[in-house]
């Protein structure tokens, strides 16, 4: 006899800074979306604050998942405009000892390995929530 292990949920991580309005405003969206009509969820919610840096595994692997933007490289989105910035592979150090300089509210779907930026606005994060939420699962 056999049986089906149970299925876990997918995990949306949120990079979040409470100081930032935006920032703020991406965690609400996320738990309103977070329900499905039937009332189960649709995903599990992960808020990683700034004062947990990222991982170099993770900044990595959200540099694969987040999309470019005309000349700019998801590396250097990644980062504040303020942040000192020259190539890809100083960014990961960069980000992992100063955390704060991580553009915030970024949110990141593991499962479906996309990233958004929350900046200037949430299109990006209301589009990835919006494939999350098409998914079958």
Known sequence: MSFRPPKTLPILSLFHSAKIPQSRAAFELLQHKQRRPDGGDAYRLDIIDEQEPPTKDQLRQIAEFLPAKGQESPWRRMVKPEA???????????????????QRPLVVDWSLGRAAIGQPNLDDIQSLISERLQQKD
């Open 84 to 102: 000192p910035f020259q190539d890809g592979s100083e960014v990961a150090k960069l980000l992992h000892d100063q955390p704060s300089l991580l």
